[in-house]
Nanobody
Framework: VQLQASGGGLVQAGGSLRLSCAAS????????VAWFRQAPGKERKFLGG????????DYADSVRGRFTISRDNAKNTMYLQMNSLKSEDSAVYYC??????????????WGQGTLVTVSS
């Protein structure tokens, strides 16, 4: 199984970014998908996820209303749309999956991470 995250970069506060995560080596529709992030010196934190059999995302309070998670099973890809970015959103962002997972889970597999830097 491989998860390839992309779309990170440098953005000004208040701006937007869209992260993508392409999955291979698995039957994607059977997996719950989620995004996490880890800021320097801090532990990795759950941001949100979508269960394998639902289109209703679950979000952490810190990003609810600003971030949107989606998935396209036909493309084996998951997305994280990030709006109204703040400096505290700067982190390495990771995609993750779990077979038959719900919207919040301990992952089976992780992507390699993509760096997001928000300048104030």
């Amino acid at each position: 199984v491989q998860l390839q995250a992309s779309g990170g970069g440098l953005v000004q506060a208040g701006g937007s970014l869209r992260l993508s995560c392409a999955a291979s080596g698995l039957i994607f529709r059977r997996y719950g998908v989620a995004w996490f992030r880890q800021a320097p010196g801090k532990e990795r934190k759950f941001l949100g996820g979508i269960g394998w059999n639902t289109n209703s995302p679950d979000y952490a309070d810190s990003v609810r209303g600003r971030f949107t998670i989606s998935r396209d099973n036909a493309k084996n890809t998951m997305y994280l749309q990030m709006n109204s970015l703040k400096s505290e959103d700067s982190a390495v962002y990771y995609c993750a999956v779990r077979v038959w997972g719900g919207s919040n889970f301990d992952p089976d597999y992780w992507g390699q991470g993509t760096l997001v830097t928000v300048s104030s």
